[in-house]
């Protein structure tokens, strides 16, 4: 309504405008003044003081009479008057309407205060009452309010605003005035109908509104109202609902309305039709009901409006008066009723009332037998409806005059949908009033579908009732269904129908168990305790048949489509077909439960009967027992039955199944009861899905029961002899039957049933292991571990089987001397076949071989076998490996592993590693002929499969331990298993343990040759698996303790020397930190091993010194001695112990003299002595250390006290002290002769293996002993002549001393001296010698100078006068040449020496024939340090000496001499890469030959013993190198080239390994070609190199060649080689392999490479050489094939590879750009390119320009030509094409403000775009300026305008793409500027701002563009004006 559109002249428009607050506008307007008014609320108000009310009162009366004055006789026309009792009709007569209008039911209420009223003047009103209140005058206070109602009553139709004003004024200020009675009367009166108004005029409804309003506010603290706000209700209810209805006395009826107790429902919004009318913008409400009602409605549109009064408390006004109040209203109602036999229309209101008033009882009662009539009348729809559900929802007792109501309710019956809808909703509200009522309403439908007059309606209640509540509506309708049962009348086929309904009508949504369940619980009303007991039987079938009939109902489409499903392979609705099986499966459960409680107390059913019901319930009959009328028909009966039949069996039906076979008071017999539990056990496993339970069973007493049903019971009326006990029998085919129940049980339950049955039953433990080893013989092979054992258990099986017989012939004697008499043998016996010994824990017993039959065939369908071995809580499998051992031979495991699906999944880890082992020592050759060319295909396919199959085991376990985790419980189980088997007793079996950890730890393959079980490459140390590979794993630390104490138990055992040797090592690395109580039994284990195998001790530590054991051996020793070191430092800290008082026999407590202490085991120090007599190892810090505290220099040894008894301990014991003195250390020697007795001094010298020195140590120790101690040196010198050639012996190996002891000998003879034999230098006890133990030979001394010249002219004598001397000196040289370097030195210093003074030896020595091969074996000791300059020489004086004779030693030194002289054309200098390098540079490419002869002779040399490991692969890089670093690259042949290539290969595989720095650059070199410049192409080996780096080196490898290359940047790498190889690092597919394919889109980037921000600077430097030297090649180009803006091109190339280095990583941007800042800044030629890169970094990460300090992204133009797209482009696409108007106009201010703050912070992403924003305004001026401007176009132009704007000056430098945006502008103003200049010109004026600024910024370019358009901009210019 537009207000202001009002003309003078005209009707005022009637208007109703509700003020806010307690502020109501009342009156009509008729002028603007008076409008204006009534709609301020500042202008007339309650909330001001009286004084200011007063004065806008007075003001009012003003305005008043100045409207009255502006009115003409033409505006406002007067109504007519009518005579006292006359009233206007419709064509002259009254109605029977107004005649009962007139009449109202409500006695009137007294008008007496009419005469108490006293009139005052409207504007003294209030001062008035104000005064009369202030002065306490009641009676004129109620006088004044009187005559404020007369003034109402009088002006009724237009009331003066000051009165009603006032009103509400006092009635918000002074609410206590109105209560008063008088009062209330008159202002009751003004709520009534004035009878003197027509039918058609409601009249001013203010005044009614103001009444209701000023009673509430009187009221609103009240709690006790008076009964007559309860009459004017009924009136104006029953009346014309002048104030009932309206929304703003909605606070005053709501109160009144408590009166009545009525639960009123909420208003249904729903019911309303609300249509727009055109030209208003409120909705017309209108009802499906007569005219006349809707014209009611729309008279009161306003009141539909909500309300803005605040709310209003509402709460029980009348809590006395409920029963006055009661029987006033249904006084009312019932005379109502009766006036009113046909209803019409005008009854609605009627109908309102009691809607209203439905709290009491009888208003239900009333109304629910007038329901009916009322809900047909379409113009008594709506309010019938609301009376309806008023009914409803006020039923919530459980009276009887309730239950009449619903059954009244549910008698109705309706025809148009809409109205059954509704009804069904009220029917829902009954059912939540009160749990009796869906009882009642469930009973009344059922009772009434299966009468004759059915309602239509019943189907729909049902669903209904039972969406209301499911679980307690199916219990109720199985309860009316046993009622229905017991009558007379057999009712089965009409409930069967009946059910079948109802479960259709709601859609298979029925709870068929709960159902079966109420159906089957007991009653105990006597009309079923009192039935028949034909009726019971009756009964019983009847149940039972429903039962099984709700679980073939329950068989819906979607069980069916799955079982289709499921038969065809396809699972994927199996959850619907086990939720199935499931709900049969409680069906059966509690169907068996009601058979075995209630049925027996219910009655006594026959035999015949009760196992019938039984079978039935499990669907075991026929299928005719399942459709006694017909359903389900014959074609779905099978599928349907046998889909009830495939379900689970549940644990409660098994148990009751049992128990009612043993007991005797059912019917069901022990056979039939184990027949009935094999039949649903073997249903059940048959299903077997994956997940699911389906034989779930957790009491063991079904054991007991099950075994107890097989028992045989003799008849009760034999008696057996008295004393004779009977024997615990079994039917035999009963109790196999039972242990294959019990074996399927226990395979499905194998935590609970099977580890009982493991443990406790023997025989079914039997059977387990027949089925899992798929062997049935008995015994199985598995139960024991060798051949005795097995026929062992066969013979006793024998004896027990005797023994059973005698058992049974004997019990069945008894048996018939009771009845037949006949004597019983096995020939007649009856009972042997039949029965067999009960005795379920005794030993295994054989089955029959019917038995083994069928548990074959139940293996093979069932998979038994398979699950028992998947079991892992018990391990079955486990458990059968351990206890077989490595000694016997498992083919079933092997068998087990290849058919067992998913093995590596299913079977435990000791099963994969046992597989993984079994056949590496087994037969792998086949004898192949030509007979057997097929099997031995065969043959060969099954070990290609098996070794295939292992190479998967392999990869598993190797898995599970580098990445299973250090918590894997599986990892712990692998290494456990190989752990344990190091120290088993067969070599065999500790051999593959070390193989296999070797294979898992190294990540070793199977040899494809199947002749071993792995092969280790030569590169790694044979047990660098334990030292090296081991450590580094990630779950060391959790196993390290595991794998300490597995070594410590194999060093007692293993014995190879090797390993042992590698865990004593390995056991010296780990015991760093461990605690004292663990080292102690580490050095005690250690100690064993030294002290008790001496021969292992004796291959461990070598005494060769020259070879290569010597380091192996040294290193053990450092072992040895680091250990002890260890346990030392930790065993003489204060308050240490490491020992337990439970053993301390042989503990003793050290004590030095520095006062420290330490208790320790007495073998831990003798092996610490042993140890020490070795001799220093590697690191003689060490052993000096261990040394100084056992044997301090100036100190003595610790003293021992043994810690049981106190005493002093021997601490070195005498065969120790032997030790001692055998050994070269010189401390040892002193503390041993230290305080050494004669006797002892005695036993040690006739000791044999004593060195030279610690003999000539004794010797003089003798010396000193005669001379102190001769009686007692007399006294045990025995055998006198023994001694005297012993000491001539020792005096020939060239010990000293022992003159005095041999003087005593003989009686003062003193010893001769012995001349002639070689002078042998006594060793210093400080070198490092080793102890002799060879049981031939002696120890090799090097020979001093002194004696090699007399030696060798000795041995090359040619005269023959001393030949066996010459061949022992011969053979002195010998070994001195081979086991000695020093040696070598001193035999060719002696030949030297001989040949410069003997000229006869040179002739000796060139006519020997055995100086040749002596000079052979010189020659091929040339490699030691300080010997080549000598043997030049020597053997060039002997070339010159003998130059002339034909000897062979002559043609052997020309051989040596032309060797020299080729390698001496190369020069190779073998102590620097660099210079190797130029040397190969200089090789002759003209001469293959010479070529070869110097590459075999350099290979020689690098092969030499002198060469490092990694030379050779040096000096070939470096070659290579040398060869790359030329600019013609012609140095060496392309084969020579490719042979060293292939070297480096061979040598390194990892390419950069070996030398890291050489081959890096070897791989990453650029060529240079000339100064200043690089070529692009790659050299021939670096793509090859670089591919053999990628795929074959580990990533250590490469992550270490990353960080070399990333670590500065160096401008001899190719920038180009260095790039692609980290591009291939992020894409190497072993690092990708096992990831998903299909990554998410908001998945975070992958840091591959984990580089730095250091690192990806210097990554940046190679991008930016990269692009520099492209446009450096593209300089040197001509103009024509020069590419155009090549720089994009060369970084677009890169992007990726930064961007994946880059990472999203804030704090790597930011170096990134300050980087490219500082490169810009630069003056140098790459500014360019760094100022490219940033920009392309730019369009990736647009945030970045947040950190550029300066404005650097200047450069657009090649940002805008490349075609790189990026995610922001994307984004920036479509917020420009949001642009475009279209259905979601409030979001298009949203994207401009977007595209605006996106062109103003980032413009260059949207200068990209510009040919889109092109696009969006192409063709558009085609439309009528009102289309253009309607869709929105105007708009979009000037936001693409406003965008333009922020863009500039930028954009002015994108002449295409803005000459294309400003054609389309002048387009638009060429199409509408001539009609539309005023609608448009805001759009021309920005647009000529927008060329002007072009001009200044691009004068020509725009000049050229505004030329084509001057005359248009002329015309719009012109008509601006």
Not at 358 to 365: D, N, P, T
Not at 546 to 566: I, K, N, W
Not at 785 to 805: F, G, L, P, T, Y
Not at 1521 to 1546: K, R, V
Request: negative net charge.
């Amino acid at each position: 309504m537009e207000r202001s559109k009002s003309i003078l002249g005209k009707k005022p428009v009637k208007g109703k405008a509700v003020p806010p607050g307690d502020l109501f506008a009342l009156g009509s307007k008729s002028s603007r003044q008076g409008e204006s008014s009534l709609q301020k609320p500042g202008s007339v108000g309650i909330e001001k003081k009286p004084s200011s009310f007063s004065d806008n009162l007075a003001a009012l009366s003003v305005d008043r009479k100045r409207e009255s004055s502006l009115l003409g006789p033409g505006v406002a026309k007067k109504p007519k008057l009518l005579s006292a009792g006359q009233t206007f009709t419709p064509l002259g007569k009254a109605s029977e309407r107004e005649a009962e209008r007139r009449l109202s039911p409500v006695p009137p209420i007294s008008t007496a205060y009419e005469e108490s009223a006293i009139e005052v003047e409207n504007t003294d009103l209030l001062s008035e009452i104000g005064s009369a209140d202030e002065s306490n005058e009641i009676e004129r206070l109620e006088g004044l309010l009187c005559g404020a109602v007369k003034h109402l009553h009088q002006n009724r139709s237009k009331p003066d605003p000051i009165v009603f004003l006032t009103l509400m004024h006092l009635a918000k200020s002074k609410p206590n005035i109105f209560n008063r009675e008088l009062v209330i009367e008159a202002f009751c009166t003004l709520l009534r109908r004035d009878m003197s108004l027509n039918f058609k005029s409601k009249g001013n409804l203010i005044v009614s509104v103001l009444v209701c309003n000023v009673l509430m506010q009187a009221y609103v603290e009240e709690s006790n109202w008076p009964e007559d706000f309860v009459k004017v209700y009924i009136d104006d209810a029953l009346g014309e609902r002048v104030w009932v209805d309206r929304a703003d006395c909605k606070g005053f009826v709501d109160n009144i309305v408590t009166a009545f107790k009525t639960n009123m429902p909420k208003t249904n919004l729903a019911m309303l039709d609300v249509k727009q009318e055109s030209g208003s913008a409120s909705p017309a409400v209108s009802f499906s009901e007569d005219d006349d009602s809707r014209m009611e409605v729309d008279s009161d549109k306003y009141s539909a409006a909500p309300s803005t009064s605040p709310s209003v408390p509402v709460s029980p006004r009348y809590p006395n008066q409920f029963d006055n109040i009661e029987s006033f209203v249904m006084d009312i109602i019932r005379d109502q009723l009766l006036k009113r036999q046909l209803m019409d229309a005008s009854s609605k209101n009627l109908i309102r009332l009691m809607t209203v008033t439905c709290g009491y009882q009888e208003v239900r009662q009333l109304a629910s037998q007038k329901l009916e009539l009322w809900l047909q009348n379409p113009k008594l729809a709506r309010a019938s409806q609301d009376l309806l559900m008023s009914v409803c929802m006020n039923c919530d007792s459980p009276q009887l005059g309730d239950q009449e109501v619903v059954a009244m309710l549910l008698k109705i019956r309706l025809k148009t949908k809409p109205v059954i809808n509704h009804y069904l909703l009220c029917i829902r509200e009954l059912l939540l009033q009160h749990a009796e009522n869906l009882r009642s309403v469930l009973t009344h439908t059922i009772y009434n579908e299966l009468s004759t007059a059915r309602n239509p309606n019943n189907m729909p209640l049902i669903a209904i009732i039972f969406q209301t509540q499911t679980d307690t509506a199916a219990r109720i309708l199985a309860e009316i269904f046993q009622d229905l049962l017991t009558n007379k009348d057999d009712y089965l086929r009409a409930l069967r129908a009946l059910l079948r309904e109802i479960v259709r009508s709601l859609r298979h949504d029925f709870h068929c168990s709960t159902f079966c369940l109420a159906l089957m619980q007991l009653r105990t009303e006597s009309k079923f305790t009192d039935m028949e007991p034909v009726f019971k039987e009756r009964y019983l079938v009847s149940v039972t048949d429903l039962v099984t009939m709700c679980a073939l109902q329950a068989v819906t489409p979607a069980v069916r489509e799955a079982s289709t499903a499921l038969t065809r392979g396809d699972r994927k609705d199996v959850d619907v077909l086990y939720a199935y099986q499931q709900l049969v499966a409680t069906i059966q459960r509690d169907a068996i439960w009601w058979l075995h409680t209630i049925v027996p107390s219910f009655m006594e059913p026959k035999q015949q009967d009760y196992v019938h019901c039984i079978r039935k319930v499990l669907f075991l009959e026929s299928g005719d027992n399942y459709a006694k009328d017909g359903w389900p028909a014959e074609a779905d009966r099978g599928p349907m039955i046998r889909l009830a039949q495939d379900c689970p069996v549940l644990e409660d039906t098994l148990m009751r199944i049992l128990v009612i076979g043993l007991s005797r008071d059912f019917a069901l017999g022990p056979p039939d009861a184990v027949e009935l539990a094999d039949i649903l056990i073997r249903r059940a496993a048959s299903l077997q899905y994956e997940g699911r339970q389906v034989l779930h069973v957790a009491r063991l007493e079904l054991f007991d029961a099950l075994l107890n049903l097989c028992s045989y019971r003799h008849p009760e009326n034999i008696v057996l002899p008295s004393g004779y006990q009977a024997p615990q029998l079994a039917i035999s085919s009963l109790y196999w039957k039972a242990w294959i129940i019990l074996l399927i049980i226990s395979a499905f339950n194998p935590a609970t049933f099977g580890l009982s049955a493991w443990e406790n039953y023997p025989t079914l433990k039997c059977l387990i292991e027949m089925v899992m080893t798929n062997n049935y013989k008995f015994p199985p092979p598995t139960t024991a571990a060798d051949d005795s054992s097995i026929e062992e258990i066969r013979s006793n099986e024998i004896q027990v089987s005797q023994r059973e017989k005698q058992q049974i012939l004997e019990f069945e004697g008894h048996l018939a001397a009771s009845t037949t008499k006949v004597t019983i043998i096995e020939g007649n016996s009856l009972l042997i076949a039949q029965l067999t010994a009960m005795d379920p824990n005794g030993p295994a017993r054989k089955p029959p071989q019917q038995v083994l039959d069928q548990l074959r065939v139940l293996n093979e369908s069932l998979k038994i076998g398979q699950m028992l071995c998947r079991s892992r809580n018990p391990d079955f499998l486990l458990d059968i490996i351990q206890r077989q051992g490595t000694s016997q031979s498992m083919p079933w495991l092997a068998e087990l592993v290849e058919t067992a699906e998913g093995s590596m999944d299913v079977l435990p880890v000791q099963c994969l590693c046992e597989f993984l082992l079994h056949d590496s020592h087994g037969p792998h050759n086949i004898a192949n002929t030509a007979n057997d060319e097929e099997p031995i295909k065969f043959e060969k396919h099954k070990k290609k499969q098996k070794l295939r199959k292992q190479q998967q085991f392999l990869r598993r376990l190797q898995w599970l331990v580098h990445e299973g985790g250090a918590n894997s419980s599986t990892m712990q189980e692998v290494m456990d298993y190989f752990l344990k088997r190091l120290a088993s007793m067969q070599a065999a079996s500790r051999a593959l343990a070390v193989k296999g950890l070797s294979l898992i730890i190294s990540k070793s393959e199977l040899s494809p040759s199947e002749e071993s079980l792995c092969e280790i490459t030569d590169e790694e140390p044979a047990h660098s698996w334990l030292l090296k590979q081991l450590p580094s794993l990630p779950m060391f630390p959790s196993v390290k303790e595991k794998i300490c104490l597995a070594l410590r138990q194999a060093i007692q055992i293993e014995c190879d020397c090797s390993l042992v040797s590698v865990y004593v090592i390995f056991l010296s690395k780990h015991s760093d930190g461990l605690a004292l109580q663990n080292l102690d039994s580490l050095a005690l284990d250690i100690a064993h091993l030294v002290v008790e195998r001496t021969l292992v001790m004796q291959h461990m530590l070598p005494q060769d010194s020259d070879t290569m054991e010597l380091t192996a051996g040294l290193e053990t020793l450092e072992a040895f001695l680091n250990i002890y070191l260890n346990y030392i430092h930790k065993a003489r800290e204060p308050n240490s112990a490491g020992y337990t008082w439970s053993n301390t026999q042989d503990q003793i407590m050290l004590q030095w003299d520095t006062g420290e202490t330490a208790t320790m085991h007495i073998l831990v120090v003798h092996a610490i002595v042993i140890i020490l007599s070795y001799g220093p190892a590697l690191d003689k810090k060490l052993f000096q250390e261990l040394l100084a505290v056992w044997f301090p220099a100036n100190g003595k040894m610790p003293t021992a006290y043994l810690l049981d008894t106190s005493e002093e301990a021997l601490l070195l014991p005498d065969l120790l002290k032997l030790r001692m003195l055998r050994s070269n250390v010189k401390q040892l020697i002193d503390a041993v002769l230290e305080d050494i007795e004669p006797k002892q001094l005695l036993l040690f010298f006739q000791s044999f293996g004593i060195p030279v020195g610690s003999m000539s140590r004794l010797l003089q120790r003798l010396d000193q002993a005669v001379s102190t101690h001769t009686a007692a040196i007399e006294q045990f010198v025995g055998n006198h002549a023994f001694m005297m050639q012993y000491i001539e012996v020792q005096r020939n190996r060239g010990a000293q001393g022992g003159d005095q002891f041999y003087a005593l000998l003989t009686g003062g003879k003193m010893l001769k001296d012995l001349t002639g034999k070689p002078d042998v230098e006594m060793a210093c006890s400080d070198s490092p010698l080793w102890p002799v133990h060879r049981p031939q030979g002696k120890a090799v001394q090097p020979i001093s100078g002194s004696h090699v010249a007399n030696m060798l002219l000795q041995a090359f004598d040619t005269s023959g006068s001393n030949s066996t001397g010459a061949e022992t000196n011969l053979q002195a040289l010998k070994q001195a040449l081979l086991k000695s370097n020093q040696g070598v030195f001193n035999i060719i210093t002696g030949l030297n020496e001989i040949l410069s003074s003997s000229s006869a030896a040179i002739q000796s020595f060139l006519s020997s024939s055995k100086f040749c091969s002596f000079l052979a074996l010189v020659i091929s000791r040339q490699s030691v340090a300080g010997v080549q300059p000598v043997l030049t020489a020597v053997l060039d004086r002997l070339a010159r000496l003998g130059e002339g004779q034909p000897t062979p030693i002559l043609v052997m030194l020309h051989q040596y001499s032309r060797i020299s002289r080729a390698q001496s054309t190369m020069k190779v200098n073998l102590s620097s890469s660099a210079q190797f390098g130029i040397d190969v540079m200089k090789l002759p490419l003209d001469s293959t030959q010479q070529e070869k002869q110097i590459l075999k002779s350099m290979m020689s040399s690098m092969m030499s013993s002198r060469i490092t490991e990694h030379r050779p692969v040096e000096l070939a890089a470096s070659a290579l190198l040398a060869h790359q670093s030329t600019t013609d690259g012609n140095i060496l042949l392309p084969s020579t080239a490719a042979l060293f290539i292939d070297w480096l290969e061979l040598l390194d595989p990892e390419v950069i390994r070996a030398v890291p720095e050489v081959q890096e650059k070897l791989v990453f070199c650029q060529k240079v070609v000339e100064e200043g410049c690089a070529a692009r192409e790659a050299h021939i080996c670096q793509p090859y190199l670089l591919s053999l780096l990628t795929h074959q080196t580990s990533w250590a490898s490469l992550h270490t060649c990353i960080t070399a290359l990333l670590a500065e940047h160096s401008r001899q790498y190719d920038p180009t080689l260095v790039l692609d190889f980290l591009w291939a690092c992020i894409h190497i597919p072993k690092l990708w392999q096992g990831r998903e394919k299909r990554i998410a889109k908001n998945a975070s980037k992958e840091d591959v490479l984990g580089l730095s921000a250091s690192q990806l600077s210097v990554l940046v430097s190679y991008v930016v050489q990269e692009a520099s030297y492209c446009l450096s090649a593209n300089r040197n180009l001509s103009p024509k094939h020069r590419p155009t803006n090549q720089i994009p091109v060369a970084v677009k190339s890169r992007m990726e590879l930064l961007t994946s280095c880059i990472c999203d990583d804030d704090d790597k941007m930011k170096v990134i750009v300050h980087d490219m800042e500082d490169g810009i800044d630069s003056d140098s030629e790459k500014c360019q390119v760094y100022e490219t890169l940033l920009l392309e970094l730019y369009v990736q990460y647009p945030y970045l320009l947040a950190w550029v300090s300066k404005h650097r992204l200047t450069n657009t133009d090649q940002l805008l030509t490349t075609d790189t797209l990026t995610q922001m482009d994307m984004i920036t696409h479509r917020l420009i094409t949001g642009l475009y108007p279209g259905r979601m106009t409030d979001k298009m201010a949203d994207v401009e403000v977007a595209c605006r703050k996106l062109a103003a912070h980032h413009p260059l992403l949207v200068l990209r775009q510009l040919p889109a924003l092109a696009a969006l305004l192409k063709g558009k001026s085609q439309f009528s300026f009102a289309q253009f401007r309607q869709q929105g176009l105007l708009s979009l132009s000037e936001c693409v305008l406003s965008i333009l704007q922020l863009l500039a000056p930028a954009i002015f430098k994108q002449h295409a793409a803005l000459n294309d945006i400003l054609t389309e502008f002048f387009n638009v103003l060429q199409a509408y500027s001539n009609v539309h200049i005023k609608k448009i010109g805001p759009f021309a004026a920005k647009l000529v701002l927008f060329l002007d600024q072009y001009v200044n910024c691009d004068s020509i370019r725009a000049t050229s563009v505004l030329q084509r358009h001057v005359q248009l901009l002329i015309n719009i210019s012109s008509s601006d004006a």
